[in-house]
């Protein structure tokens, strides 16, 4: 789904070209989902024995659960391209001592081997279509995603198709993994912007779920195989946990075509376990087709079931301190976070939203103007005060049921326990909305936010979410992704709507509340200052460490 905040994993892209695999970490989001019920009859999880359809109020997005309890969504979008995409509710929360990292290796495994097609076939097909395909592992999903020309929908769907309902995974694939995955991870602890946050989260979440590694360790490569693997994709990949999207395409020829590729011959899982909001939540199952209006976001007509979550899915937040001394590196990296909400609390996903937008921030140059965030705090009170900050800048990773807010800053060596003061005063001044003196200054935090600073980040806001669904690739996760979730479409004019009702208070509310929480503190690079004195730092400000 778009995100409001929220993570987004290690991403496989086949542009065009099989044998130019591009690889990067990104960060991206989701909304909450309610519990699907389960039946004796054999034929679905979901209590149907035909398929059933929603149509959206506008008539845009249409909604049709299979009776297996896969779901087939897609909005008529014309365009000069379509976008189709898999999405698998499994990823490394769900994943325990024994799968740890599995999400990385089948994501790794996209667009290989499968039942129908060997790898050197399967890339001459990606080659041939020459669009946009590719493959990403996160927290909470593994996604498969292709943009191709209209009349290349049919192949981009087999392959599709046959990368998540067969794969072959053979053992010199495997073997090409142990010898790739080792580089990739080098490659992203030699970057704190990749290695960071992910070690942030292995901090906040001691208790693994979240915590767990995203990326597959290397004792847990090694002890990968064929066998394993292709149990957790029967585990994993079941229909009741599979969403299957498109956009630009007319909503019964691409159902049609789902059932020609096996999406409707996948059979549920014996021990399926009910994860996200029935397709037909509140429908009757005799009609082909009903709009489900008013169970959107805000608009009445009965409460969503909370998500159900499965044994140990449920994720515990602890917060913690690390320090990595480097002294030879350039600049002193300190992550501060805390605890916030979850996707399915709107209400203060809206204002934890905001409240990144306010805070803004970014590096010590910018070649922007407004709209690059340089009227917001980070850069009006830090980065246009303190020479010797290298960047300062608000994060919020959002998941179904937590979410993980801070802000992360870099310095010159030896200023780093000054650097966590300005950090912690920014967030107190918003909390308090009042002045807060930092030992350091006593003039760049002299009030908390205005009504000026509020109407300028919901506008920024606003703007980056329209803006982002101008991409036909950003139109098909976030229709993916929120039915996975929530099971329906929260439609763009309603977020707006959500944006515009938060508050002054909502955002001063959404700072307290963080300082609520135990933090989570992280630094690399020059660490003795912050590690002698953050305990009395993080104390003025009234932060528990």
Not at 254 to 261: A, E, G, K, L, Y
Not at 390 to 409: K, N, P, Q, R
Request: include cysteine; charged fraction near 20%.
């Amino acid at each position: 789904m778009l995100q409001l905040g929220a993570t987004r994993g290690s991403r496989h892209v086949y542009a065009g070209s099989a044998s130019h695999r591009l690889k990067s970490t990104t960060t991206t989001t989701s909304t909450t989902a309610a519990a699907a019920s389960s039946s004796e009859n054999k034929a679905t999880p979901s209590g149907i024995s035909q398929p059933t359809t929603l149509v959206s109020a506008d008539g845009q997005t249409h909604i049709t659960t299979l009776p297996n309890g896969l779901r087939i969504v897609s909005e008529r979008n014309p365009g000069h391209f379509t976008a189709l995409g898999v999405y698998v509710d499994a990823g490394s929360r769900y994943e325990d001592s024994t799968t740890s990292g599995y999400a990385h290796l089948m994501d790794r495994l996209a667009f290989r081997s499968s039942e129908r097609f060997t790898s050197a076939e399967s890339m001459a097909m990606i080659e041939k279509l020459g669009g946009s395909i590719m493959s990403s592992s996160s927290r909470e999903c593994i996604m498969y995603q292709a943009a191709v020309f209209p009349h290349d929908v049919p192949t981009a769907l087999k392959l599709l198709a046959d990368t998540t309902l067969r794969p072959k995974i053979l053992p010199e694939e495997v073997d090409d993994l142990r010898m790739a995955v080792p580089w990739e991870l080098q490659e992203v602890e030699s970057k704190p912007e990749t290695f960071l946050p992910e070690k942030l989260h292995e901090v906040a979440f001691q208790k693994g779920t979240l915590g767990s590694p995203l990326l597959c360790p290397i004792s847990q490569l090694n002890t990968a195989t064929p066998d394993t693997l292709s149990a957790y994709h029967r585990r994993w990949y079941t229909p009741e946990r599979i969403v299957v999207a498109a956009v630009g395409l007319e909503h019964d020829d691409f159902v049609r075509m789902c059932s020609d590729n096996g999406f409707a011959d996948l059979a549920p899982s014996a021990t399926a376990t009910p994860t996200l909001a029935a397709a037909d939540q509140g429908c009757d199952s005799g009609a082909p087709a009903k709009t489900w209006f008013n169970k959107l976001l805000g608009g009445g007509g009965g409460e969503r079931a909370p998500r159900v979550i499965i044994p140990g899915e449920q994720s515990v937040y602890t917060g913690g301190t690390w320090f990595d001394s480097k002294p030879d590196v350039d600049f002193t990296q300190v992550y501060l976070g805390f605890k916030s909400a979850g996707i399915n609390d709107e209400h203060r996903l809206y204002a934890y939203a905001t409240l990144q937008m306010l805070l803004g921030g970014g590096g010590s140059f910018s070649a922007g103007g407004p709209g690059k965030g340089m009227y917001s705090r980070l850069y009006t009170r830090v980065l246009n005060q303190h020479a010797w900050i290298e960047s300062c800048v608000a994060f919020h990773h959002c998941y179904t049921d937590t979410g993980l807010f801070g802000i992360s800053a870099s310095c010159r060596p030896r200023n780093e326990h000054a650097l966590l003061d300005v950090v912690a005063s920014e967030i107190e001044a918003v909390a308090l909305g009042k002045p807060v003196v930092s030992s350091r200054r006593n003039y760049s935090s002299r009030e908390g936010a205005s009504a000026v600073e509020v109407r300028r980040a919901k506008n920024q806001l606003k703007s980056n979410l329209l803006m982002n669904l101008e991409s036909r690739m950003v139109q098909l996760e976030d229709l993916g992704r929120q039915v996975q979730i929530s099971g329906h479409k929260i439609p763009a004019d309603t977020m707006v709507e959500r944006i515009e009702a938060v508050t002054l208070d909502d955002i001063s509310n959404a700072a307290k509340e963080l300082l609520a929480s135990p933090a989570t503190l992280l630094a690399q690079g020059h660490v003795d200052g912050i590690k002698q004195f953050h305990a009395q730092v993080a104390a003025s400000h009234r932060i528990k460490i």
